[in-house]
């Protein structure tokens, strides 16, 4: 029985890819540091700093811990630049209508993102007052594939996990929802998600009964 849906941000709910994907890249141009689509997908759900930490095993140089926080720091300025330029016309088709359908049939809806600027984010797309809980990258202490965040969402709803159904694109939230002991539906491909299903390109595909009947263990 779904009581609660918790939606991942990025990826799911709007197309912030792009963006972090620019962002790097001007970082790693400054820096001297080889950087493809290729390396950028390995970041997709990843933590600021472990995104960081993927690409500096191209740097041509080593860095301390204060001048890693400082890239980190000057890749977000320019990625919250970026982030002036959305709005509500970049949430991915689908979105409004399925949580207005969820939140209809008294549904819950979270957000459990590994971003500290999700609720930025949320709320440049005019999304921010369509969900119960909130769960971002400043409130969690270990980032996906670790549950917390899930768990956290899943608490502030005042559903169990089992109760959860969360939407993911990226195998570090897979991993973290499924640790959390929730059922996942992937978005994506199923070259990007290999084994997940079930699986849609995206959230305009997922009918709420597919979100409802998503009984206990038929869904992995
Ligand atoms: C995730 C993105 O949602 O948030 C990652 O998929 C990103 O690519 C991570 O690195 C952290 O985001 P931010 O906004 O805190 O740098
Ligand atoms: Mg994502």
Not at 10 to 23: C, I, N, P, Q, W
Not at 25 to 31: F, G, T
Not at 58 to 80: C, G, V
Not at 146 to 162: D, I, K, S
Request: negative net charge; contains cysteine.
């Amino acid at each position: 029985m779904t009581r609660g849906v918790i939606f991942d941000l990025d990826g799911v709910l709007v197309s912030t890819d792009e963006l972090h994907y620019r962002a790097w890249q001007s970082l790693a141009q400054q820096e001297g540091i080889d950087f493809d689509r290729r390396t950028n997908d390995r970041l997709r759900g990843v933590s600021r700093m472990e995104s960081l930490h993927i690409i500096l095993e191209q740097a041509p140089r080593t860095y301390s811990r204060q001048q890693r926080l400082s890239l980190a720091d000057r890749k977000n300025e320019t990625y919250r630049a970026l982030l002036e330029g959305i709005g509500p016309a970049d949430v991915m088709a689908g979105a409004r209508e399925l949580l207005a359908a969820l939140t209809e049939r008294g549904i819950s809806v979270a957000v459990a993102s590994s971003s500290r600027n999700a609720r930025l984010i949320l709320e440049r797309i005019e999304l921010l007052d369509r969900f119960d809980a909130v769960v971002d990258g400043n409130d969690v202490t270990r980032a996906k594939p670790h549950p917390e965040g899930f768990l956290t969402a899943a608490h502030r709803l005042g559903c169990r996990p089992e109760e959860c159904l969360v939407f993911e694109d990226a195998a570090a939230g897979i991993e973290a929802a499924r640790r959390a002991g929730m059922r996942v539906f992937g978005i994506g491909t199923p070259q990007r998600l290999p084994g997940v299903r079930p699986l849609a390109a995206g959230l305009a595909e997922v009918t709420v009964e597919q979100v409802l009947n998503a009984g206990e263990g038929t869904l992995s």
